[in-house]
């Protein structure tokens, strides 16, 4: 007897798609009875069931519902209150380094069905973008309908979902299985598992699999709840995030966000941060900062005075007065965070936003290498290094968003401040949007305003 919860050949042969879209379209995109006897035929129950609690929400199956609307740092905040953040490097380990070789994708979600972490397959990440299954989403079937992570949370069970058994069509192209992890202790949910990609996503082995690796994190909770708290993982996963930040984008002057470890609720020792304490830099001390943190190879006395001034008389004299001051200034503020000299390097791992955003444009994480981006790196600095690093990474967000990104990206990116008065990029949205699009009319106003005022 099959499963309810799994994805059987009996359920889809080779070749069904268009039989399930036809299922799907009958039942939800006309609203009909769910009861019918086709659709009682063809779809398994608990989606059925599930598509039936997604149309008494008055859900749109058609629209994207699942845009994210956390802010960095309403973000950083529930990861590092999440108890699941204490085995992401066991996920790193037993389910995300194998996921890119089958083309897919390992997203983590709290109890409430918010994307918190996800890593795999660059390009099915790419692709899952334009349905915003993206870190910040709301992915709970009380916002997108019936999906493997939202449905497997209401359920409380672990779950397949199949391309159009999804309730909002934009879901089609993927299958997904979920399964809930639970707190060893209490027994209450604290989030769910997915993998996400193409058929790979629903085999029959990829629900034992999950359930087998949730198990393991449900063991190791149990373990970190009864040890003292453990320090982070020198290395971390593709889930981790280094324990201090410096953001440089879009403020004249830098911030610096350490972290202490912490306990979370239950008792566990927290790898990421569990309290993190910012401080604001000097546009200076911002500059020194930045330089240290990209050429992490260390540089001369000489070279890093260079690069913050083209003015050469008493310039490394200068640098070392200032070099007294901002380790004087770290000592109270980050004293984990420390300095060598000759060369000047930084030996405490220092990550910059500015750099986040190049890494999830490599992974071709468009959406989210965008929303990371907020603004030139240190607008109001001079210094030659500091210039060199602002216009490699505009360039390279531009150069990659004209090149990959889908139209909904690009036309995001032509609304920021950088590509305002680009033509270039406003005339790349006009030729990617569909010829009966809506947004081509603001598009055409957009180029007409650039034109109108370059010949004024």
């Known amino acids: 007897m099959s499963s309810p919860w799994t994805i059987t050949p009996a359920d889809s042969p080779l070749g069904t798609f268009s039989r399930q879209e036809r299922l799907h379209e009958a039942a939800i995109g006309d609203r009909t009875d769910l009861r019918s006897g086709a659709v009682q035929a063809g779809v398994r129950r608990l989606v059925r069931e599930s598509w039936q609690r997604s149309i008494s929400l008055r859900l749109d199956p058609l629209t994207a519902q699942a845009a994210p609307t956390l802010s960095a740092d309403e973000l950083e905040r529930l990861r590092a209150r999440n108890p699941l953040a204490a085995v992401l490097p066991v996920i790193n380990t037993l389910l995300v380094r194998h996921a890119s070789e089958f083309g897919l994708i390992v997203a983590v979600a709290d109890e409430s069905g918010r994307l918190l972490w996800i890593d795999g397959d660059s390009s099915v990440r790419t692709r899952a973008e334009d349905m915003y299954f993206v870190v910040g989403a709301d992915w709970s079937e009380a916002r997108v309908g019936t999906s493997a992570p939202g449905t497997a949370l209401a359920l409380d069970h672990g779950i397949q979902i199949q391309?159009?058994?999804?309730?909002?069509?934009?879901?089609h192209p993927f299958s997904c299985t979920a399964v809930p992890i639970h707190d060893p202790v209490t027994g209450a949910v604290l989030g769910v598992i997915d993998i996400t990609g193409g058929d790979a996503a629903v085999a029959p082995q990829t629900l034992p699999l999950v359930e087998a690796a949730v198990a393991a994190l449900e063991a190791e909770l149990r373990i970190q709840s009864l040890s003292a708290p453990r320090p982070a993982p020198a290395r971390p996963s593709g889930f981790t995030a280094p324990g201090i930040l410096l953001n440089v984008l879009g403020s004249d002057h830098g911030a610096l966000h350490g972290a202490t470890p912490a306990s979370t609720p239950g008792g566990f020792g927290a790898p990421v941060p569990g309290t993190?304490?910012?401080?604001?830099?000097?546009?200076?001390?911002?500059?020194?900062?930045?330089?240290?943190?990209?050429?992490?190879?260390?540089?001369?006395?000489?070279?890093?005075?260079?690069?913050?001034?083209?003015?050469?008389?008493?310039?490394?004299?200068?640098?070392?007065?200032?070099?007294?001051?901002l380790r004087r200034a770290l000592t109270v503020s980050h004293p984990q965070l420390r300095i060598g000299s000759r060369p000047y390097r930084l030996e405490t791992s220092v990550d910059t936003d500015a750099g986040r955003v190049l890494r999830l444009l490599a992974r071709g994480a468009h959406r989210m290498a965008l929303a990371a981006y907020r603004g030139t790196v240190l607008p109001g600095s001079a210094a030659p290094g500091v210039a060199e690093i602002r216009l490699e990474v505009g360039r390279r967000?531009?150069?990659?968003?004209?090149?990959?990104?889908?139209?909904?990206?690009?036309?995001?990116?032509?609304?920021?401040?950088?590509?305002?008065?680009?033509?270039?990029?406003?005339?790349?949205?006009?030729?990617?949007?569909?010829?009966?699009?809506?947004?081509?009319?603001?598009?055409?106003?957009?180029?007409?305003r650039i034109e109108a005022e370059l010949c004024a």
């Open 276 to 325: 993190r304490h910012s401080t604001d830099l000097s546009p200076r001390h911002a500059e020194i900062l930045l330089l240290l943190a990209w050429h992490r190879q260390g540089l001369s006395a000489d070279r890093l005075a260079g690069l913050l001034s083209d003015e050469q008389p008493h310039a490394v004299e200068n640098l070392r007065a200032e070099m007294v001051r």
């Open 163 to 171: 391309r159009a058994e999804h309730f909002n069509q934009l879901a």
């Open 397 to 448: 967000l531009r150069q990659t968003l004209l090149s990959d990104a889908s139209v909904e990206v690009l036309l995001d990116y032509a609304r920021t401040e950088d590509a305002a008065w680009d033509t270039e990029v406003w005339q790349a949205c006009l030729e990617l949007l569909p010829a009966r699009s809506p947004q081509r009319a603001a598009v055409v106003a957009n180029l007409a």
